[in-house]
């Protein structure tokens, strides 16, 4: 049998890194997970629950409230919490503009992060998020950071937005991306930052295809 690894994929909001993990795990047989979805599942949880973010015995108290589960149907990988699925509502402009917050909270990367190195145990993973090369799996045999400049991404998730028929103004997706990046760059616990032993996919001018074509030669070099 072919030997599986993990694959790590970080960078900033909206570069395509899911669209690039979903794709690279479909070419290898590989189980895609976002990483991103269960922060923002615990996020709509808080909201749900008017939990104040700053209370400490709040947020502990919430996340033991919480089950995450994951699973995959034929349209892709869904997040479920506590039975219900919520793959389309985590993505609203609401969960955006609080979630960067609640991932920036210990108690919560803490519980969060232990569920996505049991789901790599068995190997096989392609994992897109923040800190998956730098936390999560530290010894991914393959890690890529992706990046693409701020104006495309901001057009990358207008339309997406768009697609899923929840519009938004270009200006207010623009400055949520930069709000994000912010505060996840710069937060105190697993802040975004390219592993030393991440390799730099910028795919600012690259299709879909592209973008693939160039991950797949790295993992095929990792795995000759
Ligand atoms: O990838 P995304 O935009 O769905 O991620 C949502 C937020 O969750 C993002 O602002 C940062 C945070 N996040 C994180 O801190 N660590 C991860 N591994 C994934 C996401």
């Known amino acids: 049998m072919e030997k599986k690894i993990n ?5 900033f909001s909206s570069c395509g890194k899911s669209t690039l993990a979903k794709d690279l795990a479909k070419a290898l047989a590989y189980i895609y997970i976002d ?5 923002r599942a615990v996020t709509l949880f808080f909201l749900q629950n008017s939990i ?7 947020v502990e108290d919430a996340l033991e409230k919480i089950l995450l589960e994951i699973k995959h149907t034929e349209s ?8 219900m699925d919520v793959t389309e509502q985590i993505v609203r402009i609401e969960v955006s503009q609080s979630v960067s917050e609640v991932a920036a909270i210990s108690a919560v990367r803490k519980k969060l992060v232990e569920i996505q190195q049991k789901l790599g145990e068995q190997k096989g993973v392609v994992m897109d998020g923040r800190d998956i090369g730098t ?6 045999e393959v890690k890529i950071f992706v990046t693409a400049n701020v104006e495309i991404r901001a057009q990358r998730r207008y339309d997406e937005l ?4 929840m519009p938004a103004r270009i200006e207010t997706v623009k400055e949520n991306l930069k709000h994000r990046d912010h505060i996840d760059s710069t937060r105190a ?3 975004l930052t390219q592993a030393s032993d991440a390799l ?6 690259m299709s879909r295809e592209e973008q693939l074509f160039v991950a797949k030669k790295i993992v095929e070099e990792k795995l000759r």
């Open 135 to 140: 936390v999560v799996f530290p010894h991914a």
């Open 52 to 58: 104040d973010f700053n209370n400490s015995d709040q």
């Open 189 to 191: 616990d697993s802040p």
């Open 7 to 11: 694959i790590a994929i970080d960078g």
């Open 35 to 39: 990483s991103g979805a269960m922060y």
């Open 162 to 165: 768009e697609r899923r028929g």
């Open 76 to 83: 892709g990988f869904r997040m479920i919490l506590n039975g």
């Open 200 to 205: 730099l996919l910028d795919n600012s001018y």
